[in-house]
């Protein structure tokens, strides 16, 4: 538990060595990032709270492997070594032994503060803490915790072993040594890192909010037809249009996200939820998941 | 058929280039002749014979109301003017001339390689025929034509524009860099283009012409154009036109990936 002081300023030094990584919560966020970490050849200890939770994750995971092996992007090899790369625990003080700790619990700021505290009273002062964190601040998690120095955000995207980028969310008191080792930790996933202050949405959800958001005003004045806009944005190279993509997303996510931007923006009329997104939920039309949302699916 | 265009980069190249390709008889003029002294363009008599004119000025309402006076001046008021709807409605644009009926707006996006898709809009005071001869005339370049509401930028060029809006106000907050937007928002999102590069193609002042004219058509603060957007303007920093945008445009384009 004795801290790697730097003799120069006194604070924590990050370990940049290590070959374990704990990721807390086994819900899809987590599960993505274990698969991808596991499948790079690091020593994976997954946590949550019930171990049913975690060997179901661990099953889901292997499928997801197994899928990657069929599909010829993972050899045999590296996907038997990835399985047998976990560790399975509802301890945290265990995850917190791990040379870099992930957090992927649920998006509630009392849950994820009350996690990091039990972490950092665990876990050697120099390992460093990352939350996969879509909307809460960099800040108020770090702030659970008494090693600013080495906390930052790692939000990766959905599904997180397939999508290369993960956005890199500095605190106020992130060293540069944390972001540093991160940015190797993310390379070393065959992935892409950007870095980004700590702000609402950071980039992604901020910069893709007029996406959506202009596409409801449109459908809202009677512009035109969801499907006109769609094909209308799609012949730009989008791979999908907006109404298309949020029946794929589920309007209920995407409206939570609109809100949840909107709200830490303390009301900026730019990030406005629109009624339609409202109603949608409402009349239970959520998209693909419900087979019914901008449009009709056939049924599974 | 003979086409006439008159506009300013990329649009009068872009636009220029998709009628050749279709066979068309082109003449691009760009906005700068047309604010000389056109009297005695040497290629009059080619000018005259216009099926259809195109207009891709996103400058001013002064200027804009200059190019529409030049083709009142020069063609009979049944040629066809098509007006770019993207910094103005079409209502708007035609409000100066005295043969509104054979005005229509549309909407084009450069890069326009493969889009496909032109955005069509009449005015209050655009004649049916014009709109079915517009949407007639599009389909000869193998474009189809999607009717839509008229008002500044109508689907496309606002959504986007609101895009880069946001993108550069995220740069304005030093969020993170441009370079690291583009990528975010490439790779997060599979975006076609970062829009920060996107804007660099279209011209800034394009892109600042189209949130003011979303600004001043519905008065909502949602339209607001970033600061870092019209200072850049200011600056001179136009995008691939002036080399410097929100990228410096030789290196961009060596290292092969702009839009």
């Known amino acids: 538990m004795a801290a790697p002081q730097d003799p120069q300023s006194g604070m924590n030094r990050p370990n940049l060595s290590f070959t374990t990584v704990a990721v807390i919560g086994s819900g899809t966020m987590g599960r993505g990032i274990a698969q991808a970490a596991a499948l790079a050849g690091y020593q994976v200890t997954l946590c949550d709270i019930a171990r049913d939770l975690l060997t179901a994750a661990l099953e889901q995971i292997s499928v997801s492997i197994d899928d990657g092996v069929r599909r010829g992007k993972t050899s045999e090899a590296v996907a038997a070594d990835a399985k047998a790369a976990f560790t399975l625990t509802t301890s945290l003080a265990e995850a917190a032994q791990a040379g870099l700790v992930i957090e992927a619990a649920p998006e509630t700021l009392d849950l994820k503060q009350s996690i990091f505290r039990q972490l950092d009273a665990a876990a050697p002062s120099a390992t460093i803490f990352a939350s996969n964190t879509s909307s809460l601040s960099i800040n108020a998690l770090a702030g659970a915790t008494q090693r600013g120095d080495c906390f930052l955000g790692l939000h990766f995207f959905n599904p997180a072993h397939l999508m290369k980028l993960v956005e890199v969310i500095s605190g106020d008191d992130t060293s540069d040594a944390t972001l540093a080792a991160a940015e190797a930790f993310v390379a070393s996933l065959g992935k892409t890192s950007v870095r980004c202050k700590d702000t609402p949405a950071f980039i992604v959800n901020r910069v893709a909010r007029p996406f959506y958001g202009e596409a409801f005003r449109l459908l809202g004045e009677d512009a035109a037809d969801v499907e006109t806009i769609d094909r209308l944005v799609e012949s730009l190279g989008f791979r999908m249009g907006p109404f298309r993509l949020i029946d794929l997303i589920g309007c209920d996510i995407n409206f939570a996200v609109t809100q949840s931007v909107y709200d830490a923006y303390f009301g900026e009329p730019r990030y406005r939820p629109h009624p339609i997104q409202q109603r949608m939920v409402q009349s239970g039309r959520l998209g693909r998941k419900t087979g019914v949302g901008f449009y009709r699916y056939e049924e599974k | ?259």
């Open chain 2, 1 to 259: 058929m003979n086409v006439v265009i008159i506009g300013d980069t990329p649009f009068l190249e872009e636009i220029a280039g998709l009628c050749v390709r279709a066979g068309h008889v082109v003449r691009a003029l760009t906005v700068d002749t047309i604010l000389g002294d056109w009297s005695d363009l040497e290629y009059a008599t080619d000018l005259l014979n216009a099926d259809v004119v195109i207009e891709a000025c996103h400058r001013s309402r002064r200027t804009r109301r200059q190019m529409v006076s030049f083709v009142e001046t020069v063609y009979p008021p049944d040629t066809l003017l098509l007006v770019s709807a993207l910094t103005a409605s079409t209502t708007a644009i035609a409000s100066s001339t005295s043969a509104p009926q054979r005005i229509v707006g549309y909407g084009l996006l450069p890069p326009l390689a493969d889009t496909g898709m032109v955005e069509l809009a009449a005015g209050l005071n655009s004649g049916k025929d014009a709109l079915q001869q517009a949407a007639a005339f599009w389909r000869t370049v193998g474009y189809e034509a999607a009717v839509v509401a008229d008002g500044p930028g109508l689907v496309r060029g606002r959504l986007i524009a609101c895009i880069i809006n946001e993108a550069a106000g995220a740069l304005q907050d030093r969020v993170a860099s441009a370079a690291d937007i583009d990528t975010a928002m490439q790779l997060g999102t599979n975006y076609p283009h970062g829009p920060l590069a996107w804007a660099d193609h279209l011209g800034l002042d394009v892109v600042l012409a189209i949130m003011t004219g979303l600004y001043e058509e519905w008065g909502e603060d949602r339209y607001r154009p970033a600061p870092l957007l019209r200072r850049m303007v200011l600056a001179g920093r136009l995008g691939k036109k002036t080399h410097h945008g929100f990228f410096r445009w030789k290196e961009i384009t060596e290292k092969g990936d702009s839009p």
